[in-house]
C-alpha cells in the first residue's frame, strides 16, 4: 500500500526554528509536494522537490533523500501567522497525488 | 473571478437526497480534482479530469459521479447521499497533471 506518515502536531516557539518530517512509501515518485493549510481554509502550495537536496524559499526550506524516502520542512524565524497545518504528498507513478495526514503546528509567543 | 469558486459553502443534507456541488476556475487549467478531507486523514481524491471531456476515478469513487463538459466547471454529484459522505469537500485545478494543484475554498457538507 501507499504510505505518507507525518507527526501529528508540533509546538515551537515564535522567532525559533522548527522541522517538520516526512516519510513516504509509493507505488513510484515523481515529485514530493509541501502545502500549508489554516484552519478552515483551503491547501496553498509552499514547495516542490524532486531531485535530492534542498530547495530554499525565504524563511522555508524542504529537502527530500528519495533513497530514504524522506522529506523534511524547515521553517526560521517563526511568526505567529505560521501556526497552520502542514501537508505533504507525493506523486505516484500514475501522477496522482497521496496526502500524508498533516502535522499541526502550534507557534507559542 | 479569480482562481477556483465553489458553490456551496455549507450544506445540510438528509440522507438519500442527490447533491451537486460546483467548482469553476478561470485560470484555464486542463486538469481538476476533487478530494474529500476528514479529521485525523490526508486529503482524498474522489476523481479527476486531465483535460476536458475526461474523466477517472481516484481512491474513494464510490457514491460520487463527476462530468467534465468545458474546462471551467468540473461538478460533483453524490446520487443519494450517506452520512459518512459527510466530510469537507475541496476542489483543486492544475495547469497540467505534472503541476502544483491550486485549491477551492471547500464545501462543508453535512448529511444527516
Known amino acids: 500500500g501507499q504510505n505518507i506518515d507525518q507527526p501529528t502536531e508540533m509546538t515551537a516557539t515564535e522567532g525559533a526554528i522548527v522541522q517538520i518530517n516526512c516519510t513516504y512509501q509509493t507505488s513510484g515518485f515523481n515529485g514530493l509536494f509541501w502545502y500549508q493549510q489554516h484552519a478552515g481554509e483551503a491547501p496553498t502550495f509552499l514547495s516542490y522537490n524532486v531531485l535530492d537536496g534542498l530547495e530554499e524559499k525565504g524563511r522555508f526550506s524542504s529537502f527530500l533523500s528519495r533513497s530514504k524516502g524522506y522529506s523534511y520542512l524547515l521553517l526560521k524565524e517563526l511568526q505567529m501567522k505560521d501556526s497552520a497545518s502542514y501537508l505533504c504528498?507525493?506523486?505516484?507513478?500514475?501522477?496522482?497525488?497521496?496526502w500524508g495526514a498533516g502535522t499541526k503546528l502550534i507557534i507559542k509567543p | 473571478i479569480a482562481g477556483i469558486t465553489q458553490a456551496p459553502t455549507s450544506q445540510i443534507l438528509a440522507a438519500g437526497r442527490r447533491m451537486t456541488l460546483r467548482c469553476t476556475q478561470d485560470m484555464r487549467h486542463n486538469a481538476m480534482y476533487w478530494y474529500r478531507q476528514d479529521l485525523g486523514l490526508g486529503l482524498r481524491l474522489i476523481h479527476y479530469s486531465n483535460t476536458a471531456g475526461t474523466t477517472g476515478k481516484g481512491e474513494v469513487p464510490d457514491g460520487y459521479s463527476v462530468s467534465r463538459a468545458n474546462t471551467d466547471d468540473f461538478p460533483l454529484t453524490l446520487a443519494s447521499a450517506v452520512p459518512s459522505q459527510t466530510s469537507v469537500y475541496f476542489c483543486a485545478s492544475s495547469a497540467a497533471s505534472v503541476n502544483e494543484q491550486f485549491f477551492g475554498p471547500g464545501t462543508r457538507l453535512t448529511v444527516l
Open positions: 504528498a507525493v506523486r505516484d507513478s500514475n501522477y496522482q497525488l497521496i
